[in-house]
């Protein structure tokens, strides 16, 4: 599926044949609104052509500003960076999918997107309170909307033109096939949490078979310690090869045939994570027998973010 040997450049096509996806992913899962213009910026300036942002991050239009001021600095053009973004869980209904989705478009500032996402297969209650709960605190989730029923919506947008490709996120590969199956437009990609601690071997093969992008998120273990980045067969491998074991990290991750997403906050953390090359074979090797497994984020079973931090709508 790669095309090129620089893991830096490579790309991904899309199986619609509507363009490519760079493999080295830039996330915005920032709390703050200014570490996210700076971290935006900086992103671009090391040579990240790959966006992912989503409603949900409450941040789209900060984004929006840092890449349009990004581009016209470097003479960048809009065609060559990627952006996606996501439908949150409160707007499964189909009627409510492409309001939604014009509303991205405005905060970001754009007139198209690369790919857009369904954020999680779990519908929430339908409103403005994206984060809806009863008086215990469960969440409400929307019984009157299937997946599959997005999806068609989703598809619309697809044939309206604005967005050129369409896929799903924290799902389990029994949620994909079944969307796969019925879809008239197939998803291109899927974004899930992936690293040397959950490999979705299983979920990769599909995706490779059938030539879906599988998007790692949390490639460094979302930055946790203990985790990835300390791991002593990942540390090691950084000492032998004279890369930090970010790099190594987010090397591998390409390498395995998935492109993936990374949120360096810092101007020399993100020349460090888009500096990355090859692994030799042994090295790659050593990080598949990795053996410890931890999942650090729990979306994937209920659909409420682990990272973001719960606020109320405004
Ligand atoms: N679909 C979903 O539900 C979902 C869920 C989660 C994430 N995502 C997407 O995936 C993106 C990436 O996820 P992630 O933020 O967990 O990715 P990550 O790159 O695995 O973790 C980011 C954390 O790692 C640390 N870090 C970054 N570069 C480093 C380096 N070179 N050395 C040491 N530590 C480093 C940072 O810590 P500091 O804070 O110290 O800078 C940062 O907080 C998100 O921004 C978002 O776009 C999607």
């Known amino acids: 599926m790669n095309e090129s040997s620089d893991l830096r450049l490579t790309r991904m096509p899309l199986n619609n044949g509507s363009g490519h996806m760079p493999a080295l992913g830039f996330g915005t899962l920032i709390p703050d609104a200014a570490v996210t213009i700076t971290a935006t910026r900086d992103a671009l300036a090391a ?94 989730y929307d019984k009157e909307v299937t997946l599959l029923d997005t999806w068609r919506a989703m598809e619309s947008l697809v044939d309206h033109g604005r967005c050129r490709a369409i896929g799903l996120s924290d799902v389990t590969l029994d949620r994909v096939l079944p969307i796969y199956e019925s879809a008239r437009v197939k998803p ?64 591998w991750a390409i390498q395995r045939g998935t492109a993936l997403l990374t949120t360096p906050k810092t101007a020399a953390r993100a020349k460090e994570n888009f500096n990355i090359s090859v692994l030799p074979e042994d090295a790659f090797s050593e990080i598949n027998r990795i053996e410890t497994r931890q999942r650090f984020n729990n979306v994937v079973n209920t659909g409420t973010p682990g990272f973001i931090p719960r606020v109320k709508s405004a």
């Open 47 to 140: 040579g990240f052509r790959h966006f992912d942002c989503a409603e949900r991050y409450r941040n789209e239009r900060q984004v929006g500003e840092a890449l349009q001021a990004g581009l016209a600095a470097n003479g960048i053009s809009r065609e060559d960076i990627f952006v996606t973004t996501k439908l949150w869980n409160t707007n499964h209904r189909p009627e409510r999918v492409e309001p939604a989705f014009e509303k991205s478009l405005e905060r970001l500032g754009l007139d198209y997107l690369d790919l857009y996402l369904i954020h999680t297969p779990f519908a929430f209650q339908p409103g403005d309170e994206q984060d809806p709960r009863d008086q215990n605190g469960n969440v409400l």
């Open 188 to 251: 291109a990609a899927i974004q899930v949490e992936s690293h040397p601690y959950l490999p979705e071997i299983e979920l990769l093969e599909f995706c490779k078979e059938k030539g879906i992008i599988f998007l790692a998120f949390a490639p460094l273990g979302h930055g946790a310690r203990p985790g990835p980045l300390e791991d002593p067969v990942v540390t090691s491998i950084a000492a032998r090869v004279g890369k930090t074991p970010a790099q190594v990290l987010l090397a």
